[in-house]
T-cell receptor
Framework: GAVVSQHPSRVICKSGTSVKIECRSL??????MFWYRQFPKQSLMLMAT?????????EQGVEKDKFLINHASLTLSTLTVTSAHPEDSSFYIC?????????????FGEGSWLTVV | EDQVTQSPEALRLQEGESSSLNCSYT??????LFWYRQDPGKGPEFLFT???AGEEKEKERLKATLTKKESFLHITAPKPEDSATYLC???????????FGKGTKLTVNP
């Protein structure tokens, strides 16, 4: 089946630095990718919708200058957390829409744990 | 008000004890209803997409059904490895965004 891969799975960074998380669709082209954040024992919170070749659409309350999203190709989207602070520590998950063959399935990556120290 | 409501919030079953999880929705213009399984510390794993009332899909011990107001995820003779949080989500109208329910945490005891 379709696979969405995230990298890195875990990252620790120092406060004030930036960190990049990659999301790749491995066997389909994803015109749309999504980025989520999940706190312990809570549901997924949509941060932004990323469309290939255009600017991402951010959800209300999400700082676009802090969470930079780039979707430069049909198989790769990146999330960069800029000037990270401890409160940005969280589980970040991407998903990608496979619209091939008339379907509309959305697959998720394995998630990336970010710890800011 | 919630557009997607899952019940129960938590469910404990004995191994082999079949049951069903419910997902009711109030969105208009349903494009798709999705079921995912999420294990702690991992991303959701895709299970099924249902598009229209009356549709059913099966995978191993799981069977998903859809009506105009709700979906059921039936688990037949569950095993401890089926323990996870099961998430239901919908897409509607012209939006590609998933609207999630809060999930049902399933625990299957040996």
């Amino acid at each position: 089946g379709a696979v969405v891969s995230q990298h890195p799975s875990r990252v620790i960074c120092k406060s004030g630095t930036s960190v990049k998380i990659e999301c790749r669709s491995l066997d389909f082209q994803a015109t749309t990718m999504f980025w989520y954040r999940q706190f312990p024992k809570q549901s997924l919170m949509l941060m932004a919708t990323s469309n290939e070749g255009s600017k991402a659409t951010y959800e209300q309350g999400v700082e676009k200058d802090k969470f930079l999203i780039n979707h430069a190709s049909l198989t790769l989207s990146t999330l960069t957390v800029t000037s990270a602070h401890p409160e940005d520590s969280s589980f970040y998950i991407c998903s990608a829409r496979d619209g091939g063959q008339g379907g509309n399935t959305i697959y998720f990556g394995e998630g990336s744990w970010l710890t800011v120290v | 008000e919630d557009q997607v409501t899952q019940s129960p919030e938590a469910l404990r079953l004995q191994e082999g004890e079949s049951s069903s999880l419910n997902c009711s929705y109030t969105v208009s213009g349903l494009r798709g209803l999705f079921w995912y399984r999420q294990d702690p510390g991992k991303g959701p794993e895709f299970l099924f997409t249902l598009y229209s009332a009356g549709e059913e899909k099966e995978k191993e011990r799981l069977k998903a059904t859809l009506t105009k107001k709700e979906s059921f995820l039936h688990i037949t003779a569950p095993k401890p490895e089926d323990s996870a949080t099961y998430l239901c989500a919908v897409t509607q109208g012209g939006s590609e965004k998933l609207v999630f329910g809060k999930g049902t945490k399933l625990t299957v005891n040996p």
